[in-house]
């Protein structure tokens, strides 16, 4: 275990901690053997006077103060470790040591507690590792578009770029590109600490799908790609916040366009499935590798073929999970991908 080499080991105060501790654990055994002494002395005193009289009463005495003792000991070692040992671990959770662990041991009630202590204590190891990786994620993001925006400014002020319409209007859609990471995070960050607020109303779902189809109409023409809507005619109306939904889909098509080859094919379905309403958007294109395809819901995680910031699919996902409904993804190399959610219809 890795340690500064600067730093006594073990700390001073996990020491202390420790020694409190056993001190607190020396007490309340010497509490239990004050009130066991005064249990014991009547016990003895009766198993005297009934089977020895009172001239036996100090070997009884003796026989059970060393049954009471070694008793006591045996309990005090099986119980007052291991717990000893929680505490202590507990101690170095709360400094932020959240690798710290307890190996299982003494009775079945403390094996439990060390075993959910393992747990939590694992969670908060994970959450503490995915807040510094999402950190770095974050601000690789945001470094690209600020590099470029920054070296065409210092290109136009230098006079190496012309100061035309054509090279301010880079520098605007560098902004934009900006803009869009920052409200991605800011949606993202809403929908998974809970505070995301929906704007729920009735909703004619075939006409909003039908909308996001056509508002991708010019990509579409451009690259000859043909776009499929098989929608029941009585597809029924729910209850959703539509600005969110059609973010859902827009994410969906666009990545569908995105990796549908020029004469390819994307088709989207709709249908009313044990109570709530499915949509799935598949395309015609090389599909996703096995190993990849898990990883595709995550923050930042982008494929070989990938240009976004890696946020559209896991938004998707946590605005579908926000209105109570779920999403999935199949796919195989060379057979496309299907990437389909499911609305309740309550």
């Given at each position: ?5 600067n ?8 020491a ?7 001190r ?24 005297a006077?009934?089977?020895g ?5 100090p070997?009884?005495a003796i026989?059970v103060w ?8 045996v ?14 671990a507990?101690?170095?959770v ?9 190996v299982p ?16 204590a ?6 503490d590792?995915?807040r510094?990786?999402?950190m ?17 400014l ?16 880079g520098?605007?859609?560098e ?9 991605d ?5 809403n ?16 006409m ?11 990509e ?6 043909g776009?499929q809507?098989?929608?029941?005619a009585d597809l029924?109306?729910?209850?959703i916040?539509?600005?969110r ?32 309403v499915?949509v799935?958007?598949r395309?015609s294109?090389?599909?996703?590798a ?16 990938s240009?976004?910031s ?29 990437l389909?959610f ?5």
């Open positions: 275990m890795w340690w500064p080499a730093e006594p080991w073990p700390p001073a105060g996990r202390r901690r420790r020694a409190r501790f056993l607190r654990a020396i007490l309340l055994v010497a509490a239990v053997l004050l009130v066991t002494a005064i249990g014991s002395g009547v016990l003895t005193a009766f198993a006077g009934r089977w009289g009172p001239g036996h009463l070997i009884v026989a060393i049954c009471m003792f070694v008793m006591s000991s309990a005090l070692r099986r119980v007052g470790g291991p717990v000893g040992d929680i505490v202590d507990a101690h170095r709360a400094d932020g040591d959240y690798s710290a662990r307890i041991g003494g009775p079945r009630f403390v094996r439990a507690v060390a075993g959910a202590f393992n747990t939590m694992g969670r908060l190891q994970a959450q590792r995915q510094r990786e999402l770095a994620d974050i601000a690789h993001e945001l470094r690209t578009p600020l590099a470029v925006i920054q070296g065409r210092e290109g136009l002020l230098d006079g190496v770029y012309a100061r035309d319409e054509e090279h301010l209007a520098v605007l859609e902004t934009r590109v900006l803009a869009r990471l920052v409200e995070l800011r949606t993202l960050a929908a998974e600490t809970g505070v995301l607020t929906l704007q729920k109303e009735p909703t004619d779902l075939s909003l799908i039908r909308d996001v189809v056509n508002s991708f109409s010019g579409t023409a451009g690259r000859g790609i776009v809507v098989h929608l029941p029924p109306v729910v209850t916040d539509p600005l939904i059609r973010e859902v889909l827009v994410n969906l098509l666009s990545n569908a366009l995105r990796f549908t080859p020029p004469g390819g094919v994307v088709s989207i379905d709709g249908r009313v499935d044990d109570g709530a499915a799935a958007v395309d294109g090389p599909g996703i096995p190993e990849d395809l898990p990883k595709i819901f995550d923050r930042f995680y982008k494929g070989k073929a240009r976004g890696g946020l559209g699919l896991t938004i998707a996902r946590n605005l579908v999970t926000a209105h109570g409904g779920s999403i999935r993804a199949e796919s195989a190399p060379g057979a496309g991908t299907t389909s499911t609305l309740p219809l309550g």
